[in-house]
């Protein structure tokens, strides 16, 4: 059956990463012209963003568990499943599209590893694509990239791929279920907001990039 995917390997400039390590970021296009990302996401895709709850409970048990809970409790509401509020959205960022994002890894998938780590901050872009917005993790082993669909008024839809080390093309979403992405943005106060990636490929439980207007 035919799928649209997302042609993440097609680069727009607003998204173009300049640091040395950085992801040549797509154009985020559509081979079918939607917004709605039910047409684009795969079904396990699909089934991942149905289960981010339960998958976020379940971390936050892990790092309680393992000794974590009070860096997890100083994240505030950064970490609360439910602290998501109306906002309109994230906006695009006003500097070259420039957001200051920073990465915290809640549970672990496999014995052997952390169930929290949090990340020094890097720079990301969030920027029109379009009719939609697109988002690129400019530095970093793991640099997710993709689009950002309307949701409903507490969040909106993230869907794109994972580039690895240093490589500079971005998979086409769909192509390889390893390296596909998938998570909500929710805005958790005044000019902050996070992406959500539950049950991620790697390593752990679920992935929240806080992400902060540069």
Same mark, same amino acid.
């Given at each position: 059956?035919?799928?649209?995917?997302?042609?993440?390997?097609?680069?727009?400039?607003?998204?173009?990463?300049?640091?040395?390590?950085?992801?040549?970021?797509?154009?985020?296009?559509?081979?079918?012209?939607?917004?709605?990302?039910?047409?684009?996401?795969?079904?396990?895709?699909?089934?991942?963003?149905? +289960?981010?709850?339960?998958?976020?409970? +379940?971390?936050?048990?892990?790092? #309680?568990?393992? +000794?974590?809970? #009070?860096?997890?409790?100083?994240?505030?509401?950064?970490?609360?499943?439910?602290?998501?509020?109306? @906002?309109?959205?994230?906006?695009?960022?006003?500097?070259?599209?420039?957001?200051?994002?920073?990465?915290?890894?809640?549970?672990?998938?496999?014995? %052997?590893?952390?169930?929290?780590?949090?990340?020094?901050?890097?720079?990301?872009?969030?920027?029109? #694509?379009?009719?939609?917005? @697109?988002?690129?993790?400019?530095?970093?082993?793991?640099?997710?990239? +993709?689009?950002?669909?309307? %949701?409903?008024?507490?969040?909106?839809?993230?869907?794109?791929?994972?580039?690895?080390?240093?490589?500079?093309?971005?998979?086409?979403?769909?192509?390889?279920?390893?390296?596909?992405?998938?998570?909500?943005?929710?805005?958790?106060?005044?000019?902050?907001?996070?992406?959500?990636?539950?049950?991620?490929?790697? #390593?752990?439980?679920?992935?929240?990039?806080?992400?902060?207007?540069?």
């Amino acid at each position: 059956m035919w799928r649209p995917y997302l042609a993440l390997s097609l680069l727009a400039p607003s998204l173009i990463a300049v640091t040395a390590c950085s992801t040549v970021a797509p154009n985020a296009v559509i081979t079918r012209a939607t917004r709605d990302w039910r047409q684009v996401a795969t079904p396990a895709d699909r089934q991942r963003l149905r +289960g981010w709850r339960t998958a976020w409970v +379940g971390a936050l048990r892990q790092a #309680e568990a393992g +000794g974590f809970g #009070e860096q997890v409790r100083r994240e505030g509401v950064l970490l609360q499943p439910d602290a998501a509020i109306a @906002g309109g959205g994230v906006p695009n960022g006003t500097y070259r599209g420039t957001y200051r994002c920073r990465l915290l890894k809640l549970g672990a998938r496999s014995q %052997g590893l952390l169930p929290f780590a949090a990340y020094q901050p890097f720079a990301c872009r969030i920027g029109q #694509e379009r009719d939609l917005q @697109g988002f690129a993790k400019l530095s970093g082993s793991q640099r997710q990239v +993709g689009l950002i669909f309307p %949701g409903d008024q507490l969040r909106q839809v993230f869907l794109g791929t994972l580039v690895l080390g240093d490589e500079r093309r971005a998979m086409q979403y769909g192509a390889d279920a390893e390296r596909d992405v998938a998570g909500y943005v929710e805005q958790v106060g005044p000019g902050r907001w996070r992406l959500v990636l539950p049950s991620p490929r790697y #390593e752990s439980l679920v992935d929240v990039l806080e992400l902060v207007p540069a």
